[in-house]
């Protein structure tokens, strides 16, 4: 593989500018700007920031695109979703999960994404079909962006008793982490049957968990609390990752800390997704949800905190375009961070610590690293964050993946 060398970068919160040096796809060493080697190949950032490669630790691709397909949704609640899902992926087939996820998947690496955690249903309603897609879909882009696959039984483990054998299935044909989610099960009787089924499973076959949770704002929502116990129960510390968590938001401040601090003691990583859940969530009650959370308090506890884009045009979030830079401005928002610091936290939220979230290897701009890296025109973060027009490259182990422009100028007769 060719050498190359990526000139004058700026690094977040970094002063100078540097020369990134890059070897067989690995980053081989970083200079102050002018002090690089030789490289067959040489990419000018021309002092535009570059940032490691975005990561979306939670979207749904075989969903995606499908939103044209609804038809009438009701209050457009969770509950409704949930119905519309499951009674449209029942056409689903490989080939059109095939198209509609690689067309997804495709957008977020033209916004900088190097690696995902897709979440895949894994039911009675779809079967194996929407994994199979997937599954094909990860073949073809393993050049340039990096799946991770979750199985998970949207419809639950309880109510559908379908699901394990699909689960088993999905873990032997190559899933990479078991999902789920009590809220799934409707009945609240039902939430510790489900979680000790899927750990029993997760312990079977050795692999991570990664669960919805309560994901409104009612306060009686109880489903975080559940997984952080059951985790500690199952001994599974460091090994579940917990999505949405919107109630946590709702609980009184003396429940919302005693949660977090179960969650911490069972190294529970939290992701939350701002942009879908401020429509889902954020509707019919007093006071308005904004579906972010409670990021701040986690942290400071010593929780990993990352935000994912979660839904792309379909039964669950009419809108999206996988960007991960408007993922983070939105968390900002959202979550109410307002801070120099708070601000790169909602940054990395779709970097380092989502990556994390993944545990991933090898992330990151330091030697021996793959060069997973975005280049951008603009100079520093918070032209980055709003959106400013420019240009944004991505490379892939040190090979140009996408690249797109924005401009806008004013017309004068």
């Known amino acids: 593989m ?41 990419l000018d950032a021309q002092g535009g920031l570059v940032t490691p490669s975005f990561v979306d630790a939670h979207f749904h691709p075989d969903k ?70 997937i599954l094909k879909v990860k073949a073809e882009l393993h050049d340039v962006v990096d799946l991770q696959i979750v199985a998970f039984p949207q419809e639950g483990v309880v109510r559908d008793p379908g699901a394990l054998d699909l689960l088993r299935e999905a873990l032997t044909m190559g899933a990479d982490v078991l999902g789920g989610g009590p809220d799934n099960e409707g009945d609240p009787a039902l939430h510790r049957a489900h979680l000790d089924q899927l750990f029993e499973l997760a312990a079977e076959f050795d692999v991570d968990l990664d669960l919805h949770a309560d994901m409104d704002e009612d306060p009686s929502r109880r489903a975080l609390e559940l997984i952080a116990e059951r985790t500690l129960a199952h001994g599974w510390q460091g090994r579940v990752n917990a999505v949405h968590c919107c109630a946590l938001a709702a609980y009184p401040d003396d429940l919302a800390h005693r949660v977090i601090e179960q969650v911490a003691r069972a190294g529970i990583q939290i992701c939350i997704c701002p942009i879908g859940n401020l429509q889902l969530v954020g509707g019919d009650v007093t006071p308005r949800g904004r579906g972010s959370s409670r990021p701040k308090e986690l942290l400071a506890a010593g929780v990993n905190v990352a935000a994912g884009t979660d839904n792309l045009h379909d039964m669950w979030f009419r809108f999206g375009n ?83 422009e924005t401009t806008a100028r004013m017309v004068r007769s």
């Open 322 to 404: 996988l960007d991960p830079v408007e993922t983070s401005r939105i968390t900002c928002l959202a979550a109410g961070l307002r801070t120099d610091q708070e601000v790169l936290d909602g940054f990395a939220m779709v970097t380092d610590r989502a990556a994390a979230y993944l545990g991933l290897g090898g992330y990151g701009i330091a030697p021996g690293n793959d060069a997973d890296l975005v280049m951008f025109s603009a100079d520093n973060l918070s032209d980055v964050m709003r959106g400013a027009p420019g240009t944004r490259t991505t490379l892939k182990r040190g090979r140009v993946v996408a690249h797109r």
């Open 64 to 133: 995606a695109l499908t939103f044209p397909r609804v038809g009438p949704m009701g209050q457009g609640s969770p509950v409704d979703s949930l119905a519309v899902g499951a009674r449209i992926k029942a056409a689903f087939t490989v080939d059109d999960v095939t198209d509609r996820a690689r067309r997804g998947i495709e957008a977020a690496v033209t916004s900088g994404v190097g690696a995902i955690r897709a979440q895949v249903d894994v039911d009675s309603a779809i079967g194996l079909a929407g994994l199979q897609g």
């Open 2 to 42: 060719n050498s190359v060398v990526v000139k004058n970068a700026r690094f977040v919160n970094e002063p100078g500018q540097h020369d990134i040096e890059i070897e067989a796809g690995r980053i081989r060493r970083i200079t102050p700007a002018g002090e690089g080697g030789s490289a067959t190949d040489a």
